[in-house]
């Protein structure tokens, strides 16, 4: 059974950076896309950054030049920094495989105060 373990999260301050990981068990994720989401109070999870097996990778046009995702194929993890963040990046996020997602781990909130 494939569990997503996401962990980093906390409160900081606006220009504050946080580094989120994810842990991956009970499946590879060397030939996935992978990717992290968040998702607001009383809005929809939405995608913010995607990692290809090749390493490319894409990023919601929000948090472009400010968070980076990277990945650990040995160990099956997946990692967002986060930095200059925002109040508006307040939310819970989540690491998924982005072409067949799994079931939804915890997540790990963020809150960024203004």
């Known amino acids: 059974q494939v569990q997503l373990v996401e962990s980093g999260g906390g409160l900081v301050q606006s220009g504050g950076s946080l580094r989120l990981s994810c842990v991956v068990s009970?499946?590879?994720?060397?030939?996935?896309?992978m990717g992290w989401y968040r998702q607001a109070p009383e809005k929809q999870r939405e995608s913010v950054a995607i990692?290809?097996?090749?390493?490319?990778?894409d990023y919601e046009d929000a948090v472009k030049g400010r968070f980076t995702i990277s990945r650990d194929n040995a160990k099956t993890t997946v990692r967002l920094q986060m930095n200059s963040l925002r109040a508006e990046d307040t939310a819970i996020y989540y690491c998924?495989?982005?072409?067949?997602?799994?079931?939804w781990g915890q997540g790990t909130q963020v809150t960024v105060s203004s």
């Open positions: 998924n495989y982005a072409n067949q997602p799994s079931p």
């Open positions: 990692i290809h097996p090749d390493g490319n990778t």
């Open positions: 009970g499946s590879t994720i060397r030939h996935h896309t």
